[in-house]
């Protein structure tokens, strides 16, 4: 098995990533991987899981969907992502 794969299944046996979750697909990519974890909003409930109350959950944004937008570049507006 790929260690991207293998990572994959210990974050869901860490209750970080649901059963069903789509980098468990067999078409499934590295880049999926990569992608849900970009944002850093799992890795930061990776650590609580973990270690209970290192992060305060109140101080980040846990809506995952809504950082990638905001960090995301979009060309056709004008506008560029928060990290530019």
């Not at 109350?53 to 056709?76: E, G």
């Amino acid at each position: 098995m790929e260690p991207w794969r293998q990572c994959a299944l210990w974050l869901i046996g860490c209750g970080v990533l649901p059963v069903n979750h789509r980098v468990t697909a067999p078409a499934a990519q590295v880049s999926d991987l990569a992608q849900t974890l970009r944002d850093g909003v799992l890795l930061c409930q990776l650590l609580n899981n973990l270690r209970a109350r290192t992060i305060d959950l109140k101080q980040i944004n846990l809506r995952p969907q809504m950082s990638q937008v905001l960090a995301t570049p979009m060309p056709s507006s004008g506008l560029r992502g928060a990290g530019e």
